[in-house]
Nanobody, 119 residues
Framework: QVQLVESGGGLVQAGGSLRLSCAAS??????MGWFRQAPGKEREIVAGISWNGGGTYYANSVKGRFTISRDNAKNTVYLQMNSLKPEDTAVYYC??????????????WGQGTQVTVSS
């Protein structure tokens, strides 16, 4: 059974940092990604990482502030978020896909973790 379990969300002041973790079980994936959805807005991709090659993708809004990484031995992907802004407030979802590429179609999703950035 495939599971993606996120952790690490919380409340932080603007300018602060948080690190999200996503532990995957059941299989390995070609691409792992992080999405977010703010109230009243559509879900958007934040970052992605290829499981084998280490290639990464970032949304323009987080480039230079967020870093995605993975630990293959632990089957875990991380999202280090620095210089957080109130507009980063959202539910963050871990997602995984079994095919290569940076498209938005993912096969598996975590339950989400809340990130709130206060001004």
């Amino acid at each position: 059974q495939v599971q993606l379990v996120e952790s690490g969300g919380g409340l932080v002041q603007a300018g602060g940092s948080l690190r999200l973790s996503c532990a995957a079980s059941g299989r390995t994936f070609t691409i792992m990604g992080w999405f977010r959805q703010a109230p009243g807005k559509e879900r958007e991709i934040v970052a992605g990482i290829s499981w084998n090659g280490g290639g990464t993708y970032y949304a323009n809004s987080v480039k230079g502030r967020f870093t995605i990484s993975r630990d293959n031995a632990k089957n875990t992907v991380y999202l280090q978020m620095n210089s957080l802004k109130p507009e980063d407030t959202a539910v963050y979802y871990c997602a995984a896909r079994t095919t290569p590429g940076w498209g938005l179609e993912y096969d598996y999703w975590g339950q989400g973790t809340q990130v709130t950035v206060s001004s």
